[in-house]
């Protein structure tokens, strides 16, 4: 097993231990049948989208089965925060439930056109900006 160079190690270290900074903010409104609304502002990043990941969880051990994302307030989207939003989408559908991105930000639009990621999000959808026409995908 290979270890990181000892300059590096604790850089990385601390990167991981740190709890994410409020660069992002998730919130959330749950209405009174199944539905979650999550609103994302900021930065969706390597050191934020735990953020994410955590209301992800505790809306699906909620029993909650139909998430809508709104990435309209999304000021910056790195590789981590695509992915992300891939898991995302995989958890819900394991869930079998149903994700809807109901906004997106053009800084979302322009890292899954540059990526190639979009079509990944859901059978026959392109970027975000076909999503938001489209409607719901599964």
Not at 113 to 127: D, Y
Request: hydrophobic share 35%; glycine share 10%; net charge positive.
């Amino acid at each position: 097993m290979r270890h990181a160079p000892p300059s590096v190690a604790p850089v990385l270290r601390r990167a991981l231990e740190e709890p994410p900074d409020s660069r992002l903010t998730v919130r959330s409104r749950t209405d009174a049948g199944d539905e979650t609304d999550l609103q994302l502002a900021g930065e969706l990043d390597v050191h934020t989208v735990s953020l994410l990941r955590e209301a992800t969880v505790t809306h699906l051990k909620s029993g909650h089965r139909r998430l809508r994302l709104d990435l309209s307030g999304i000021t910056w989207c790195d590789n981590a925060g695509l992915y992300t939003l891939l898991g995302v989408r995989g958890a819900v559908h394991a869930a079998q439930g149903q994700l809807e991105l109901t906004a997106a930000s053009e800084t979302v639009d322009r890292a899954l056109a540059r990526t190639g990621v979009g079509p990944r999000l859901g059978p026959g959808h392109g970027v975000l900006g076909q999503l938001n026409r489209n409607g719901t995908f599964r």
